[in-house]
């Protein structure tokens, strides 16, 4: 499958319409503390979240009083975020459908596929994002894709409403989200998973807990880094600092020959024929 892709410059910000949104977990929240730093007033954002727990939390840090249900004060909101569990999706829109017939909406719900969620919200104005948990911290990587109903003005308004979380990214095709998902979605669990590795192998060999992990993570910061600003592929890059007979060499062999490579390939894929499945099993309710 060819995946067109377009990576986005930035813009200067215009001031934003008030935003709902449906869900006030980690995901909302990063997308909230984004908008507030843009100076978008806590007054502007409504959010519907049913756990009161949640809802403290929002008060607490944004100073946002959510609501326990859907009700009419998302009438005046002209984008909805959807924040919400794939397997929600379906139930959290009933209450929603009537309240905001002309927003724009926005989901960040992994799998659910668009054509569901403009039947089950009656409006064709529907555009998919898949972000992922670097967006706390503003380092997200988030792809975009936007239903045909959705213009270019409502594209410039999300790319402003997700601006603040990191970078964003454009595709023509609904189906590449599912291989964002995998990538990228997913991707800073893989990333954490190396980091535990290379942290209980540092211990094992004789570094404390606290050594052992500054050195993982500040080479995963490091070597991310020089990737995204060398010109050389990966594979260059790797093959600079693997002198053969060297330490590196020792390792990257060891690797190959338990093919590391090979079978964390064939992990993404299982990642993407997961999101494949959500959609099938949530988005047809």
Same mark, same amino acid.
């Not at 200067?12 to 730093?37: D, Q, R, V, Y």
């Not at 403009?118 to 529907?126: F, I, K, S």
């Not at 404390?208 to 060398?230: C, D, I, K, M, R």
């Given at each position: 499958?060819?995946?067109?892709?377009?990576?986005?410059?930035?813009?200067?910000?215009?001031?934003?319409?008030?935003?709902?949104?449906?869900?006030?977990?980690?995901?909302?929240?990063?997308?909230?503390?984004?908008?507030?730093?843009?100076?978008?007033?806590?007054?502007?954002?409504?959010?519907?979240?049913?756990?009161?727990?949640?809802?403290?939390?929002?008060?607490?840090?944004?100073?946002?009083?959510?609501?326990?249900?859907?009700?009419?004060?998302?009438?005046?909101?002209?984008?909805?975020?959807?924040?919400?569990?794939?397997?929600?999706?379906?139930?959290?829109?009933?209450?929603?459908?009537?309240?905001?017939?002309?927003?724009?909406?926005?989901?960040?719900?992994?799998?659910?596929?668009?054509?569901?969620?403009?039947?089950?919200?009656?409006?064709?104005?529907?555009?998919?994002?898949?972000?992922? /948990? #670097?967006?706390?911290?503003? !380092?997200?990587?988030? =792809?975009? &894709?936007?239903?045909?109903? *959705?213009?270019? $003005?409502?594209?410039?308004?999300?790319?402003?409403?997700?601006?603040?979380?990191?970078?964003?990214?454009?595709?023509?095709?609904?189906?590449?989200?599912?291989?964002?998902?995998?990538?990228?979605?997913?991707?800073?669990?893989?990333?954490?998973?190396?980091?535990?590795?290379?942290?209980?192998?540092?211990?094992?060999?004789?570094? /404390? #807990?606290?050594?052992?992990? !500054?050195?993982?993570? =500040?080479? &995963?910061?490091?070597?991310? *880094?020089?990737? $995204?600003?060398?010109?050389?592929?990966?594979?260059?890059?790797?093959?600079?600092?693997?002198?053969?007979?060297?330490?590196?060499?020792?390792?990257?062999?060891?690797?190959?020959?338990?093919?590391?490579?090979?079978?964390?390939?064939?992990?993404?894929?299982?990642?993407?024929?997961?999101?494949?499945?959500?959609?099938?099993?949530?988005?047809?309710?």
């Amino acid at each position: 499958m060819n995946i067109a892709v377009t990576f986005l410059p930035r813009r200067e910000p215009t001031p934003l319409p008030p935003i709902g949104f449906i869900g006030g977990g980690n995901m909302a929240s990063a997308i909230i503390g984004g908008l507030l730093k843009q100076d978008v007033p806590p007054a502007s954002i409504e959010v519907v979240e049913p756990l009161a727990e949640a809802r403290a939390r929002l008060a607490n840090d944004f100073s946002i009083t959510a609501q326990p249900a859907a009700g009419p004060a998302l009438s005046r909101c002209e984008v909805i975020v959807w924040a919400v569990k794939p397997q929600s999706f379906a139930e959290a829109a009933r209450p929603v459908r009537g309240l905001a017939p002309d927003a724009l909406h926005l989901s960040v719900a992994a799998g659910i596929p668009s054509g569901s969620i403009a039947r089950w919200l009656g409006t064709e104005r529907v555009v998919r994002a898949m972000p992922n /948990t #670097p967006a706390l911290v503003g !380092q997200g990587m988030t =792809g975009l &894709f936007a239903r045909e109903a *959705a213009d270019i $003005a409502d594209r410039k308004l999300i790319e402003q409403v997700l601006g603040a979380t990191g970078e964003l990214m454009w595709v023509d095709a609904e189906e590449a989200l599912d291989v964002v998902t995998a990538v990228s979605g997913s991707g800073p669990a893989y990333v954490f998973y190396f980091i535990e590795a290379m942290t209980e192998a540092g211990i094992e060999l004789g570094l /404390t #807990p606290e050594q052992a992990y !500054q050195l993982a993570v =500040g080479t &995963f910061t490091g070597a991310s *880094a020089l990737a $995204a600003n060398a010109t050389e592929p990966p594979a260059v890059l790797r093959e600079r600092v693997t002198s053969k007979g060297g330490t590196t060499y020792a390792a990257i062999t060891s690797m190959e020959n338990d093919e590391v490579k090979a079978k964390f390939k064939t992990a993404i894929r299982a990642a993407h024929r997961r999101a494949a499945e959500l959609g099938k099993e949530f988005g047809g309710v």
